[in-house]
């Protein structure tokens, strides 16, 4: 698979809740070569504090070169992320790590928390284009409020896609978190594609697991270096060996890891 170092303009950043933003960068090598739940190390300033690049999903990609990254912020990095304007730049290397597998033509569901919903935007654009009746297919997403989720929502919403929102304060649709409401999709739904926290992802695979249908999920570990050589994103696999998120992943079938935290 290709890997680019670009240089990257960037176009535009919203801000679409108090710490939520999304950042849009001119970045063509890369997003000609992405994959929906590939993702990119981004140096967020040209010196060397933060040292370390950040890992960021694709949130979304476009045929004119551009890729949108979003992001909550929560550390040195990101706080700096969000300070962007358009016209500034920052370095991406990427695409990087295993994406999701698109071979399903049945109804599926997307499941996402937080920012985990963010590669599901890609993956949807992606399966939208690929002729199937989305219509069929279901959007599931987790926020802390709805001010989190409800402009990403439309985005899937646009694409055809029945979207059901959940949030903790019940300020938008379902009041509690997103794998409750997943029991009344499962007998629905040949595959479903998961990225959230751990403790909800864990909850997602087990009811999968239970209903017999087949789950991708997508992991957020600590990353150092993003490329297979740190050791810093192992987690645990099926069999007790240690895998690698950054390269055998991000995105695993559920039985490929051990929910065991
Ligand atoms: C493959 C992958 C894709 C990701 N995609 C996105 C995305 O699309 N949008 C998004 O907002 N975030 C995403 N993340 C998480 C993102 O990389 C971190 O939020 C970011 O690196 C934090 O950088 P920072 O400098 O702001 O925080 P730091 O100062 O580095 O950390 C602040 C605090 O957050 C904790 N922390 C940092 N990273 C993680 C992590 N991965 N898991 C658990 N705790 C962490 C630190 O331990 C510390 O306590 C992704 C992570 C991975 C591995
Ligand atoms: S982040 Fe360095 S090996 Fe995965």
């Known amino acids: ?17 108090s710490d939520v933003f999304r950042l849009t960068v001119h970045a063509p090598l890369i997003a000609g070569a992405a994959h929906p739940g590939q993702f990119v190390m981004v140096r967020v300033v040209d010196g060397f504090d933060p040292l370390l690049r950040r890992p960021f999903s694709i949130h979304q990609q476009f045929a004119g070169g551009s890729l949108k990254l979003l992001f909550k912020v929560i550390g040195q990095g990101t706080h700096i992320l969000s ?6 730049t920052i370095s991406l290397l990427g695409p990087l790590g295993r994406g999701f597998d ?3 033509r049945e109804p ?16 949807a654009k992606r399966l939208a284009l690929s002729g199937r009746d989305s219509s069929l297919d279901f959007v599931l997403l987790g926020a802390r409020d709805g001010d989190e989720v409800s402009s990403l929502a439309d985005d899937f919403s646009q694409l055809g896609y029945t979207v059901v929102p959940a949030t903790d304060d019940g300020s938008l649709g379902h009041h509690g978190f997103i794998p409750e409401l997943l029991d009344d999709v499962l007998p629905a739904v040949s595959r479903v594609y998961s ?10 695979v087990a009811k999968c697991q239970k209903a017999d249908v087949v789950c991708q999920v997508s992991l957020e570990t600590h990353m ?5 050589a740190c050791l810093g994103c192992t ?26 935290e």
């Open 235 to 260: 987690v645990q696999g099926n069999s007790g060996q240690y895998v690698h998120v950054c390269k055998q992943g991000p995105v695993f079938y559920s039985g490929e890891v051990a929910w065991t």
């Open 224 to 228: 150092a270096c993003g490329l297979g």
């Open 1 to 17: 698979m290709p890997e680019f170092q670009e240089k990257c303009r960037v176009s535009a950043i919203e801000q679409l809740a």
């Open 102 to 104: 698109l071979a399903c």
């Open 195 to 204: 990225c959230g926290p751990y403790p909800m992802m864990r909850t997602v």
């Open 83 to 88: 300070g962007l304007a358009a016209g500034d």
């Open 108 to 123: 599926v569901c997307l499941i996402g928390g937080g920012m985990g919903i963010a590669p599901l935007a890609f993956l």
